[in-house]
Nanobody
Framework: QVQLVESGGGLVQPGGSLRLSCAAS????????MYWVRQAPGKARELVAT???????IHANAVKGRFTISRDNAKNTLYLRMNSLQPEDTAVYYC????????????????WGQGTQVTVSS
């Protein structure tokens, strides 16, 4: 069955860095578009970054220049490098897989991971 397992979250001080990983199995990873989606308490889900099957990337304006999405198809793994973290980046971060661009208004990928908590606080 399809599995997306995130890791790498935790508590970090403002200005710090983290790298999230997502190990994928049960589907042809290299053929899928992959996404990082976050949800802060009391807020709607937010599409953070997208990477196409061919490696093209899109980052939300809120994280552009600070976060970088990447993938390693040989390892079936998705990454999110997060630098210059701020308290407003605090959220549960989800890895997801799908077949194209997602609508910001209705984020509905084919598969979801269970999420990993990122907390930015001093």
């Amino acid at each position: 069955q399809v599995q997306l397992v995130e890791s790498g979250g935790g508590l970090v001080q403002p200005g710090g860095s983290l790298r999230l990983s997502c190990a994928a199995s049960g589907f042809t990873f290299s053929s899928y578009w992959m996404y990082w989606v976050r949800q802060a308490p009391g807020k709607a889900r937010e599409l953070v970054a997208t990477i196409s099957a061919g490696g093209g990337t899109i980052h939300a304006n809120a994280v552009k220049g600070r976060f970088t999405i990447s993938r390693d198809n040989a390892k079936n793994t998705l990454y999110l490098r997060m630098n210059s973290l701020q308290p407003e980046d605090t959220a549960v971060y989800y890895c997801a897989a799908g077949s194209g661009l997602l609508s910001e208004a209705n984020i509905s990928p084919d598969y979801w991971g269970q999420g990993t908590q990122v907390t930015v606080s001093s």
